[in-house]
């Protein structure tokens, strides 16, 4: 006991000092959870040969990963991606092991051997991908949906490559044993059971072993559609939060152990379990009670990753280990890039996709460990294979920072699609119609007005247009699509971007060169205010500001002031604001903290204090609860 609270602390601590530091430094908690178990394993020797116990473990937030991705896809949406799963998935699978086959043999390995070789590489690590997609807001991208598509195929594939491998048994040459035997491969666990543990479709034929396989991936989705329900509101009359942490799970543990019973992998009967779940009432409830244990298991996995780096074997002969991780990089990135041009992937989405799965991945592990026990591959080999597969994800997040600086590189270029030509005029630009935009289109379409609708996403477009509403795709942000759409004669343009920064400089372009038009601007927050005030925006809309009031009012009448006190409570606060933000707007200076600038603060301090004597002067204060 002593020894596993000792771990643990270190695996903790390690993690503690780490992640924030890397987290400052711009590189992504990944690698300071690498670099955490590198520290504490190679380098100071902290942890021993409890690491590949504890990677075992750790493994299992692998597991949550994928039951709480599932949970994000209904199942039609998951159909809606086949056209990705079976053509950009199953391509990159097929080509990057053939590639890597290529190379293997080049290496004078048998063809056998390659091919085990070129499976296991060709797959990309999820949990570092995801992981860091998630991190950096680009799981919606069209290359993050991409990358996603491309590892759900791969974490498929894992179970039939698991059912090929040992076919290649026949492949591999004789070896001679310590002993004097001959043999095909080294036991390298040592207990008989080659470190592959024993499930119900040992010793059956095939067709037993499809049978037991159907059952167990229809008990999961039966489970998921009759017996989750009942049970969650058996749970739900206990009225014990724990209760749910601790259903949620046993739903996710007994789901991975039954598909290790049956060979299947655990991480696959998760997310098919959670896009069995995703239209469910307890979804969310889900989310929020695994999250916390996710995060946690997944950092786990990457220390031990670290930690069980082989810095022994690894300056042994260095050049020609780092140079074979390079070269699974670049042979797979060579795959990746042909790939994404041939799906039509642009610009910096192209480089999210090559340059995010050009790593092997965790689940090669799992098959170079099944390989050696099957006899596929020799255990000097497999020593070597490993090495290189955490040398790769080791990397990873260096590959994730060489994107960041080409796309900044590239700035909007690479994501710009040809525009339509704009053959519509009306006195009202719209630029941006996400949900701010569309509800003032329709205002001003229903009163009768024309309307020129900007959009830089063409599914938004093509959304608008089966709706009955017309739009036209171009990027706002570009001189010459606002001038086609008509700015040298609109009345009015409504500035609803999304991005702060771009918004920003329409409003301070569209000022510049049209004085005279009337420009109202959604802003994100009241620093967002003052930059699009600064920029000559007439009318700015915070996107929160108007919902916060109305529930303001609400809570008022609620706490007995009759609706129309409410109501004029709510008028002065808005009126009030709206000339706050204004007197504020001339003293706030965009080059220091408004924490720092004392005029800025004494001025709010002194507009706090009049909305509160404003506001008591129209109305008696009710007796407080």
Not at 348 to 353: A, E, G, I
Request: a negative charge.
């Amino acid at each position: 006991m002593e020894g596993f609270l000792y771990q643990a602390s270190i695996y903790l601590a390690a993690a503690v000092i780490a992640v924030p530091i890397a987290a400052r430094l711009g590189l992504g908690s990944v690698l300071g959870y690498l670099a955490a178990g590198i520290l504490i394993g190679p380098v100071f020797g902290l942890v021993g040969s409890e690491t590949a116990d504890l990677q075992h473990f750790a493994e299992f937030g692998v597991v949550m990963m994928l039951f709480l991705i599932g949970l994000e896809l209904e199942p039609r949406a998951l159909w809606d991606m086949r056209n990705k799963l079976l053509g950009l998935g199953g391509l990159q699978v097929l080509l990057s092991t053939l590639a890597i086959m290529g190379v293997a043999i080049a290496y004078h390995q048998p063809w056998g051997v390659a091919l085990a070789i070129g499976l296991t590489l060709a797959l990309s690590s999820t949990a570092i991908v995801l992981q860091t997609l998630s991190e950096k807001g680009l799981m919606q991208t069209a290359g993050g949906r991409s990358v996603f598509s491309v590892l759900l195929t791969q974490d498929i594939a894992v179970i039939p490559i698991l059912a090929f491998l040992p076919l290649l048994v026949v492949t591999l040459p004789v070896q001679i044993n310590a002993d004097g035997s001959i043999g095909v491969g080294h036991d390298s666990h040592g207990d008989g059971h080659h470190g592959v543990a024993m499930s119900l479709v040992d010793g059956l034929p095939a067709w037993g072993v499809t049978l037991v396989t159907i059952g167990a991936i229809a008990a999961v989705i039966l489970a998921g559609v009759f017996l989750t329900r009942p049970v969650f509101r058996f749970i739900h009359a206990a009225r014990l939060r724990e209760m749910y942490t601790a259903l949620a799970l046993l739903i996710v543990v007994s789901i991975s152990f039954l598909m290790m019973l049956v060979g299947l992998s655990p991480a696959l009967g998760a997310f098919l379990a959670g896009v069995v779940l995703a239209s469910s009432e307890f979804r969310h409830e889900l989310e929020s009670d695994l999250e916390p244990f996710k995060g946690l298991l997944l950092g786990l996995f990457f220390i031990t990753v670290g930690a069980g780096i082989n810095f022994t074997l690894l300056f042994e002969d260095w050049p020609a280990l780092i140079s074979m991780a390079v070269l699974v990089i670049l042979v797979k990135g060579l795959v990746l890039y042909a790939l994404a041009r041939a799906f039509h992937i642009h610009g910096r989405d192209r480089w999210l996709f090559t340059l995010g799965l050009a790593q092997a991945g965790e689940f090669g592990f799992v098959l170079v460990a099944f390989s050696v026990a099957q006899g596929v591959i020799p255990t000097t080999i497999a020593e070597t294979l490993l090495l290189v597969i955490a040398l790769t994800m080791l990397i990873t997040p260096l590959l994730f920072i060489l994107h960041d600086r080409i796309a900044r590189r590239m700035g909007d270029v690479g994501e710009e699609v040809e525009a339509d030509e704009i053959d519509h005029e009306g006195p009202v630009i719209i630029a941006g119609i996400g949900r701010f935009g569309q509800i003032v289109n329709r205002l001003v379409q229903g009163s009768g007005f024309n309307t020129v609708v900007l959009d830089h996403d063409m599914e938004t477009i093509a959304l608008m247009r089966r709706f009955g509403f017309k739009g036209f795709l171009g990027d706002p942000s570009r001189p010459d699509i606002l001038h086609a759409a008509g700015l040298d004669e609109a009345s009015v343009l409504v500035v609803a971007l999304d991005d702060p920064e771009t918004a920003t400089r329409l409003v301070a372009y569209a000022r510049k060169v049209r004085p005279d038009l009337h420009i109202i601007a959604r802003a994100y927050d009241r620093v967002h205010v003052y930059r699009l005030y600064q920029a000559g925006a007439d009318d700015i809309v915070r996107e929160m500001f108007d919902g916060s009031l109305r529930a303001g009012r609400y809570v008022l009448e609620n706490l007995g002031l009759s609706d129309y006190e409410a109501a004029e409570a709510e008028r002065v606060f808005y009126n009030h604001d709206r000339d706050a933000v204004r007197q504020l707007a001339e003293l706030w200076d965009p080059d220091r903290p408004a924490s720092t600038n004392d005029a800025y603060v004494a001025r709010a301090k002194g507009l706090e204090k009049e909305l509160e004597i404003a506001l008591s002067a129209r109305q008696d204060k009710p007796k407080r609860a």
